[in-house]
């Protein structure tokens, strides 16, 4: 099936998926049956959501030679979770969450209301699973299993992104100058080596990097060098802005035939004899020969009807971007402040702060104690590098889940697939998903060690 043009549109009243989703069901069982077919299957996927997950996506299905149609509640795309997050494409900064050295830390955090992580204890069955699955992976085993999971998924998507960018020719003000992670202690420079030795071992570059160097990779350090001790430094990393390059993608889907339907909501999915059958909104009934959920956090109650429980929490995370004063006093490299938990990266002509994580549900009201905690520390380490007072400030969901390592691939239901649960990785891991996905739902398997659902 070819793509539209931009001005045609689907005429989904002669749409059927009987045939594509027969095919879909039987190639399912086994790939050799897929012989039984001529030609590639070509199939009319629905994407739900326009972030960074639904937009690679699509882009990647619309390779494949797929009718695509991406349903979005917002007006344009990246505006929620993908919209003002710290920036950082950061393979060599994927350590998981999960394991038994952050436990006191957390729990010691858990008594500021300016802490990196705040975990606000509520009446919620669904964030005490999701804590109790959480201590699971806190096992030197599993911590292991989800480092080489998310490294390998990791370095997979950053050769995509290096592709789609050759190939889109898209302006993000991309900094490929590599990260820095910074340590106060030195025990904390120690915790960040043993991490760096890890990550490197596993193929991936992290070196330590006394602080000599650091302040010669970043001179703008050199404000706030009496606070650190070592530094730990990733060459591969870099940086760029994620809004403006989904933006910039969304539209290039478009472009190409994909149909973007903004400002509306998906009510329900509609499933019958184990296939997805059409996605509901607020304003049409969509028939699909196979869907995406790519909502982030949101992912899981759009599926708990269908019995399918997702273990996915959300994590608010917080951001200021602010403009530059003195463009000499601004890192190019981008900072990650261990201590604090925040980054540090220049966006073209701005600052962007970002970080922390606050475990309170849905909740995505700007906690002023928290937004004041970003700037004051911007003040400290880049004192003459922008103007702290004029910040905007922002907050969004990260869909975490308790391994840290996203659900990517198939569910129990054949033409229903999964793009979430990337937690703070979206942007790091966001065209590798993306083009893993596709290769899915058309029936292949990636090229990359990741423990895909449904393979």
């Not at 190639?27 to 326009?50: D, K, N, W, Y």
């Not at 917080?318 to 403009?323: C, D, E, K, L, N």
């Not at 962007?352 to 009201?365: K, L, M, P």
């Amino acid at each position: 099936m070819r793509g539209l043009t931009p001005n045609q549109k689907c005429d989904y009243s002669v749409h059927s998926p009987t045939v594509a989703s027969v095919k879909l069901k039987i190639a399912a069982i086994t790939p050799s049956l897929r012989q039984l077919f001529e030609g590639p299957l070509f199939m009319h996927v629905v994407v739900l959501g326009a972030g960074i997950m639904g937009t690679t996506s699509a882009w990647y299905l619309l390779e494949a030679g797929h009718e695509v149609t991406v349903i979005e509640r917002q007006p344009a795309a990246a505006l929620e979770t993908s919209f003002a997050n710290g920036g950082q494409r950061s393979v060599g900064h994927v350590e998981p969450w999960a394991s038994w050295a952050t436990l006191p830390q957390a729990v010691l955090w858990s008594l500021r209301e300016d802490a990196p992580l705040l975990f606000r204890l509520r009446a919620d069955p669904a964030q005490w699973r999701w804590g109790l699955q959480f201590l699971r992976e806190c096992s030197a085993a599993r911590y292991q299993h989800n480092l080489q999971q998310l490294l390998h998924l990791g370095l997979y998507s950053r050769v995509a992104m290096s592709e789609l960018q050759s190939k889109t020719g898209i302006q993000d003000h991309s900094l490929e100058r590599g990260t820095l992670n910074i340590y106060d202690t030195p025990a904390a420079w120690a915790r960040g080596c043993a991490a760096a030795e890890k990550i490197s071992a596993l193929g991936y570059p992290r070196f330590k990097t006394d602080m000599s160097a650091a302040l010669a990779l970043e001179p703008a350090l050199h404000a706030s060098s009496k606070h650190w001790v070592g530094a730990t430094y990733t060459p591969g990393d870099g940086s760029g802005d994620a809004h403006l390059f989904i933006d910039a993608l969304a539209k290039q889907c478009s472009a190409r035939g994909a149909r973007f339907l903004y400002n509306r909501s998906v009510q329900r999915l509609v499933a019958s004899g184990g296939m997805l059958r059409s996605v509901v909104t607020d304003g049409e009934s969509i028939p699909a020969d196979a869907v995406v959920v790519a909502c982030g956090s949101f992912s899981t109650a759009l599926l708990q009807p269908l019995g399918i429980r997702l273990p996915i929490y959300p994590v608010k995370g917080y951001s200021a971007t602010v403009p530059i004063h003195n463009e000499r006093a601004v890192p190019t490299v981008s900072i990650t402040d261990d201590a604090h938990k925040l980054v540090f990266t220049r966006l073209g002509d701005t600052l962007r702060i970002a970080g922390t994580a606050e475990f309170n549900g849905y909740d995505v009201s700007l906690n002023a104690k928290r937004c004041q905690a970003l700037i004051a520390r911007a003040q400290t380490l880049f004192p003459a590098a922008a103007h702290y007072d004029q910040p905007i400030f922002w907050a969004g969901l990260r869909p975490a889940t308790p391994s840290n390592c996203p659900l990517i691939g198939r569910t129990r239901i054949h033409n229903l697939y999964l793009n979430t649960g990337h937690g703070t990785l979206g942007w790091t891991l966001g065209a590798g998903s993306g083009k893993a996905l596709a290769e899915i739902v058309g029936g292949a398997t990636p090229a990359v060690d990741f423990n895909f659902l449904g393979l």
